[in-house]
C-alpha cells in the first residue's frame, strides 16, 4: 500500500489552490449555501454546492437556481454536476462559466440512489465506458479554464468495478483531480470503505491530484487516509453532520501535518465545544439558513434534521430533543435553549465516529440490460430524461 507524507497544506486543483487539502463532500439537502457558509467559518476547504441535475439548470428552474446561487463570502465557489446526457451536461457547463457563476465544477459519478441509477446516472454511469468519457470531455471542453473535476465510486459491486478505467479516462480527458469514495454502489454507505482502492488510484493516476472520501469521522481519519493511501487530499461527507467545526480542525491537522504550525498549537485549536457553543453553532445554522430561504419558518423545519446530529452524545434528554425537533420559529429555539445546560462538558467519544445513515448493501437498481455491455450503443436518451428533471439527486 502507498505510504503518504505531507509536506505543504495546499492542494492545488487546476488554477486554485486550497490552503488545506480539504473538500466539503456534496450531500442533497444538507450543503446548501447557509451549511457551506457555517464550515467555511471554522475552517478553508472546498465546499461543494448540492448536487446539481444538468437539465434542470439548463431550464432554469427556480429550485435548481436558488441552488446554485452563493453568497458573495463564497470563494471559490464549486458546483457539482450530474446528468446522463453530454448535450446537456455540456449546456449546463456552459452556461455556468458564461454567466461567471462557479470557480470549479464537479462532476458527480457516485451517487447510488434509487432514482438516479435507474436511469444509468450516477455510480451506475461509469460502467458505459463511452458515455462516462463523453460527458467528461464534453465538460472540460465547455469549461476552459474553469476546472472540472470527478467524484466516483469503486463501481456497481465488486464484480463490476469501474474506477480505475473511469479515472484513466477522466485524466485523459483533462480533469484537474478526482475523488474516490472507496464503496461500490451496492455498499451505500454500508460496511468500511475500502482505502485500499484510494491507494491503488493513487498509483494509478499521476498526473492530477487524487482525493479520497469514506468513513473520515475525524481530523485523524483524515491523516491516517493520506498516510495510508498517499492520496493528496480529502473529501469530508457524513463526518461533518452536527460538527461543522470538523473543519476547523482539519485544518489545524493538515498544518501540523505539513510542519506549518507545531502538534501542541494544533491540539489546542481542536474543538472539544462544551453544549453551549453547540447550541449556538446551531443558532447560526438556522440564521443562515432564514437567510437563505428568505423564510423562518421553513429555515426551522430545515434544521430539525440537523438537531439529532448536532446532540450527538451529550445528554440532552429526549423531551428536548423531541422540542428542537418540532421547531418553527428562533424565538422558541431560543425558549429550548434557556432551558439546557451550556456549561455542559464534551462528552469526547460519545460525540465522535460515525453519524448519518450507514443503511445495509442494497443491489442497484440498473436500466434493463444496463450489465450486459460496457459500452452504451444506442442509448435513447427520452428514456434517461427523467433522471435530468430532478432539482437534487442526492
Known amino acids: 500500500m502507498t505510504s503518504g507524507t505531507l509536506t505543504d497544506s495546499r492542494l492545488r486543483i487546476g488554477p486554485l489552490t486550497l490552503d488545506v487539502p480539504v473538500v466539503l463532500a456534496p450531500m442533497a439537502g444538507i450543503t446548501n449555501t447557509a451549511f457551506r457558509r457555517l464550515c467555511r467559518e471554522y475552517g478553508a476547504g472546498l465546499y461543494v454546492s448540492e448536487m446539481i441535475t444538468t437539465r434542470a439548470l439548463v431550464e432554469r428552474t427556480p429550485a435548481t437556481m436558488r441552488l446554485i446561487t452563493h453568497h458573495e463570502s463564497e470563494t471559490p465557489r464549486s458546483i457539482q454536476l450530474y446528468g446522463v446526457d453530454p448535450h446537456y451536461v455540456g449546456e449546463a457547463v456552459t452556461m455556468l462559466v458564461a454567466e461567471d457563476r462557479a470557480d470549479h465544477i464537479d462532476l458527480n459519478f457516485g451517487c447510488p440512489v434509487p432514482?438516479?441509477?435507474?436511469?444509468?446516472?450516477?455510480?451506475?454511469?461509469?460502467?458505459?465506458?463511452?458515455?462516462?468519457?463523453?460527458?467528461?470531455?464534453?465538460?472540460?471542453?465547455?469549461?476552459?479554464?474553469?476546472?472540472?473535476?470527478?467524484k466516483m465510486r469503486k463501481g456497481i459491486d465488486e464484480d463490476h468495478l469501474t474506477y480505475l478505467d473511469a479515472a484513466r479516462s477522466a485524466e485523459d480527458a483533462g480533469v484537474a483531480a478526482?475523488?474516490?469514495?472507496?464503496?461500490?454502489?451496492?455498499?451505500?454507505?454500508?460496511?468500511?470503505?475500502?482505502?485500499?482502492?484510494?491507494?491503488?488510484?493513487?498509483?494509478?493516476?499521476?498526473?492530477?491530484?487524487?482525493?479520497?472520501?469514506?468513513?473520515?469521522w475525524s481530523a485523524e481519519d483524515?491523516?491516517?487516509?493520506?498516510?495510508?493511501?498517499?492520496?493528496?487530499?480529502?473529501?469530508?461527507?457524513?463526518?461533518?453532520?452536527?460538527?461543522?467545526?470538523?473543519?476547523?480542525?482539519?485544518?489545524?491537522?493538515?498544518?501540523?501535518?505539513?510542519?506549518?504550525?507545531?502538534?501542541?498549537?494544533?491540539?489546542?485549536?481542536?474543538?472539544?465545544p462544551p453544549l453551549g457553543e453547540v447550541m449556538a453553532a446551531m443558532r447560526r445554522h438556522t440564521e443562515l439558513l432564514v437567510e437563505f430561504y428568505e423564510e423562518e419558518a421553513r429555515a426551522c423545519r430545515d434544521i430539525r434534521k440537523h438537531v439529532a446530529w448536532y446532540f450527538k452524545g451529550y445528554g440532552v434528554g429526549g423531551d428536548t430533543r423531541r422540542e428542537l425537533a418540532a421547531v418553527e420559529a428562533l424565538a422558541q429555539m431560543d425558549e429550548i435553549f434557556a432551558t439546557m445546560d451550556a456549561a455542559m462538558p464534551y462528552p469526547g467519544e460519545g460525540a465522535e465516529g460515525p453519524r448519518g445513515r450507514a443503511g445495509s448493501p442494497k443491489r442497484t437498481v440498473l436500466p434493463q440490460g444496463w450489465l450486459d455491455s460496457r459500452e452504451s450503443g444506442t442509448i435513447d436518451y427520452a428514456e434517461l430524461a427523467e433522471a435530468e428533471r430532478d432539482d437534487s439527486g442526492g
Not at 455498499?187 to 498509483?203: M, P, R
Not at 473529501?235 to 461533518?240: Q, T
Not at 453532520?241 to 489546542?268: C, H, K, N, T, V
Open 115 to 150: 432514482k438516479v441509477t435507474r436511469r444509468g446516472g450516477g455510480s451506475a454511469l461509469p460502467w458505459k465506458r463511452d458515455l462516462f468519457r463523453a460527458i467528461v470531455e464534453r465538460a472540460v471542453r465547455a469549461a476552459g479554464d474553469v476546472p472540472v473535476t470527478v
Open 222 to 272: 483524515a491523516l491516517r487516509m493520506v498516510r495510508e493511501t498517499g492520496c493528496d487530499g480529502v473529501v469530508v461527507g457524513r463526518g461533518c453532520l452536527g460538527r461543522p467545526w470538523l473543519f476547523g480542525d482539519l485544518s489545524a491537522a493538515f498544518r501540523a501535518e505539513a510542519g506549518e504550525i507545531g502538534w501542541d498549537e494544533a491540539r489546542a485549536a481542536m474543538a472539544a
Open 178 to 216: 478526482i475523488a474516490l469514495h472507496g464503496r461500490t454502489a451496492n455498499q451505500h454507505y454500508s460496511g468500511v470503505a475500502d482505502w485500499g482502492a484510494i491507494a491503488t488510484l493513487k498509483e494509478a493516476v499521476t498526473s492530477v491530484p487524487v482525493l479520497g472520501n469514506g468513513d473520515i
